[in-house]
C-alpha cells in the first residue's frame, strides 16, 4: 500500500512550479506572503493564491483517501 508520504509527495510533484515552491517557503521555511512575492518578483496577493492553491489542492487529495 502506498505510504501518506508517497500520496504527498505525488501531489507536490503535480503542483506548478510555482505553486509548489511558494507553499513550500511558506509552510516549511516560514516565509511571509510579502517574502514570497519579492522573490519571484510578484504581488503579496499572488504570493498568497499560489500558497492557497497548493493548500487546496493538497487537501482534496487527503480527503479522496
Not at 505510504?3 to 517557503?25: C, H, I, M, P
Not at 511558506?26 to 492557497?52: F, H, M, Q, T
Amino acid at each position: 500500500s502506498r505510504g501518506l508520504g508517497d500520496v504527498y509527495k505525488r501531489q507536490l510533484d503535480s503542483l506548478t512550479q510555482l505553486q509548489r515552491t511558494a507553499f513550500l517557503l511558506s509552510r516549511v521555511e516560514g516565509k511571509k506572503y510579502r517574502e514570497i512575492a519579492a522573490i519571484y518578483n510578484i504581488s503579496e496577493k499572488a504570493a498568497g493564491k499560489r500558497v492557497l492553491d497548493a493548500l487546496e489542492k493538497l487537501r482534496e487529495t487527503i480527503d479522496n483517501l
